[in-house]
T-cell receptor, first 112, second 112 residues
Framework: SQTIHQWPATLVQPVGSPLSLECTVEGTSNPNLYWYRQAAGRGLQLLFYSVGIGQISSEVPQNLSASRPQDRQFILSSKKLLLSDSGFYLC???????????FGDGTRLSIL | GQQLNQSPQSMFIQEGEDVSMNCTSSSIFNTWLWYKQDPGEGPVLLIALYKAGELTSNGRLTAQFGITRKDSFLNISASIPSDVGIYFCAGFNAGNNRKLIWGLGTSLAVNP
């Protein structure tokens, strides 16, 4: 069966520090991968999606970037975090376009 | 970005009661999905609907894909305390099969 792992579960970072959140999927090949941010426990905002290695689509201009160095690995990064980057970050995968997405347990990011 | 109109925004019910929530859109959708999110976790897929008029059950949950393809509803029968959480509708509209469009969620509280 397929599983998705996200880490860390919780992260507290100072303003201006770098960020790296990692997500890996097991039990499937060539998945679509997604990064979402959820503010205040409601409303999921799509940040990035990827349909293959090295292929990244950005949905909103921001202080974040994403990379997919391997088929089942998706990384969310920032060079310098802003206070507004605080939130709950969720990684998800699907078997392809127009297919249900399956989520990891999320990373709670707090910027001080 | 586009969002689905999900209602009600919140519900507070007694254990054993039935629950109904719905989602509407101004555009036609090809797929409707219903998710549940527990605090501090990622959304979990409950039901997926792929065809207009389709009615699908998952235990005490039943969801329908509206015949106009612009709405969907989720019913929960005989609610129990573990039904507490936020329920999200989501879907793929006919114009974009890569980006999942989300409702803002229905927060459900169950009084034992």
């Amino acid at each position: 069966s397929q599983t998705i792992h996200q880490w860390p579960a919780t992260l507290v970072q100072p303003v201006g520090s770098p960020l790296s959140l990692e997500c890996t999927v097991e039990g499937t090949s060539n998945p679509n991968l997604y990064w979402y941010r959820q503010a205040a426990g409601r409303g999921l905002q799509l940040l990035f999606y990827s349909v293959g290695i090295g292929q990244i689509s950005s949905e909103v201009p921001q202080n974040l970037s994403a990379s997919r160095p391997q088929d089942r690995q998706f990384i969310l990064s920032s060079k310098k975090l802003l206070l507004s980057d605080s939130g709950f970050y969720l990684c998800a995968w699907s078997t392809g376009n127009e297919q249900p997405q399956h989520f990891g347990d999320g990373t709670r990011l707090s910027i001080l | 970005g586009q969002q689905l109109n999900q209602s009600p925004q919140s519900m507070f019910i007694q254990e054993g009661e039935d629950v109904s929530m719905n989602c509407t859109s101004s555009s036609i959708f090809n797929t409707w999905l219903w998710y549940k999110q527990d605090p501090g976790e990622g959304p979990v897929l409950l039901i997926a609907l792929y065809k207009a008029g389709e009615l699908t059950s998952n235990g005490r949950l039943t969801a329908q894909f509206g015949i106009t393809r612009k709405d969907s509803f989720l019913n929960i029968s005989a609610s129990i305390p573990s039904d507490v959480g936020i329920y999200f509708c989501a879907g793929f509209n006919a114009g974009n099969n890569r980006k999942l469009i989300w409702g803002l969620g229905t927060s459900l509280a169950v009084n034992p």
